[in-house]
């Protein structure tokens, strides 16, 4: 008889399955195995192509094998310092800087070693909870609410420390953020530091989306809170290369203890990232006038889509607003819930899977992000085209243009009909 052994999880592992946004783009790859339409609206997965730059010095650097410092390359962590500095007029050192196999295992090593709640806002990326969850961190969701773009704010922030006063909490902020795209203005940020800064609270700001702001004038909560803030960054979004796994996280220096104490795990789980990737992320950090016209198109081109999918979602009879960046929308179909519930439709797990079914449309439920089941919400992420087509496209449109609905239906014409399903399918 073959060896059974008994099934042991770990209590905080029971429950969880894979990731949302990873399982919805594993089904939507299947359907379309068996021959659906299926437009790919689930996986926030940049659609634009590594730029050439990059992958010349991924070429050039492919041989190098050897195992790299434990918080990264030298040389990387001095070229994050200064885009940080040139970017954001924030100030690092090259030291303050650690590489990791990606934000999100750096995030979770933050989590692993801070003993203290986790707060974020709801809605929130899908797997901060969860992180939490696994190591055995309280967390606390803050509401937000439609009408403040679904934004933390410094109220709701100071209440839930004045609850209990010098409790230690890591508060993750995500701007433009994910799952909306919407971002917080400078008065917003300087009041969520004041309160920051009167409860000593270590702010982990995910600034993974920041360069996709489309007006290119992200601002860091670092400015205002220097001493409690690390930045997270790292290439998967506005680079294009989710698939290279390397994230960095900056510290203040009164913060090196967790650095030091995160980078001590590292060395005894994943060592160092890899040495080529390492070294081509180089030339990305760097810049130059290649990635700054990159930057350009790629947020010229998110721009229009965003544009294009709020006014058919105001047609519609949403009360839906610009995002500020990423490639995300929110959309609260709570003004059309009385139609919906006549289809049978009453909370966002069922609201896209007939979606799915009815429309081909992939898309996420928004109790995905935190928020409660019965809420009409979902996430969209309007990235199944071929970025690089695009690219080449927008460039042959002068600067001064926007990007109209020709342009966008000839290059985006996935997200553009997935758009225009949905609409034809609400009404």
Not at 231 to 245: E, Q
Not at 250 to 258: E, I, M, R, T, Y
Not at 286 to 299: K, P, T, V
Request: charged content about 20%; proline content about 6%.
């Amino acid at each position: 008889m073959p060896f059974q052994p008994d099934v042991h999880l770990n209590l905080n592992v029971r429950g969880l399955g894979v990731s949302a946004t990873l399982a919805i783009n594993e089904r939507s790859n299947a359907l379309r195995q068996q021959g659906r339409q299926v437009y790919k609206l689930g996986l926030g997965q940049s659609p634009f192509p590594v730029p050439p730059s990059v992958v010349d010095a991924l070429r050039q650097f492919a041989g190098e094998k050897d195992y790299l410092p434990v918080k990264g390359l030298p040389a990387l962590q001095e070229a994050i310092a200064s885009h940080l500095d040139r970017e954001h007029d924030v100030a690092f050192r090259g030291e303050d800087i650690m590489i990791g196999p990606g934000s999100k295992e750096l995030m979770f090593i933050l989590q692993l070693v801070y003993y203290g709640d986790l707060v974020i806002p709801t809605p929130s990326w899908v797997s901060y909870a969860p992180q939490a969850s696994i190591i055995g961190r309280r967390v606390h969701w803050l509401p937000t609410h439609r009408h403040n773009h679904w934004k933390l704010s410094a109220d709701s922030l100071d209440a839930l420390c004045q609850s209990d006063p010098g409790r230690p909490r890591l508060v993750i902020l995500n701007y433009p953020a994910n799952p909306h795209g919407y971002t917080f203005t400078d008065d917003e940020l300087q009041e969520i530091a004041e309160v920051a800064r009167r409860h000593r609270l270590i702010l982990l700001s995910d600034e993974i989306y920041g360069r996709t702001r489309y007006d290119g004038q992200h601002r860091s909560i670092a400015r205002y809170y220097p001493e409690g803030t690390i930045i997270s960054d790292g290439l998967s979004k506005w680079c294009g290369a989710g698939g290279w796994r390397l994230g960095a996280f900056a510290f203040p220096p009164n913060l090196s203890w967790l650095r030091d104490a995160m980078a001590t795990v590292a060395s005894e789980t994943y060592t160092s990232v890899a040495a080529p990737i390492q070294h081509a992320a180089v030339s990305a950090f760097q810049g130059g006038a290649d990635i700054d016209d990159y930057l350009f198109q790629s947020r010229r081109i998110l721009k229009g889509l965003a544009a294009y999918q709020v006014a058919a979602y105001q047609r519609a009879g949403l009360d839906l607003a610009m995002p500020d960046g990423a490639f995300y929308l929110f959309p609260d179909f709570s003004p059309l819930a009385e139609r919906l519930h006549q289809r049978g439709i009453h909370d966002s797990a069922a609201l896209c899977e007939a979606l799915l079914e009815d429309t081909g449309v992939a898309t996420l439920p928004g109790d995905a992000f935190g928020r409660p089941a019965g809420e009409l919400t979902l996430r969209q992420a309007f990235v199944d085209f071929d970025g690089q087509a695009a690219l080449d496209g927008a460039a042959k449109v002068t600067a001064e243009a926007s990007l109209g609905d020709d342009f966008l239906r000839q290059y985006c014409g996935n997200c553009t009909t997935a758009m225009d399903r949905i609409v034809d399918w609400l009404a």
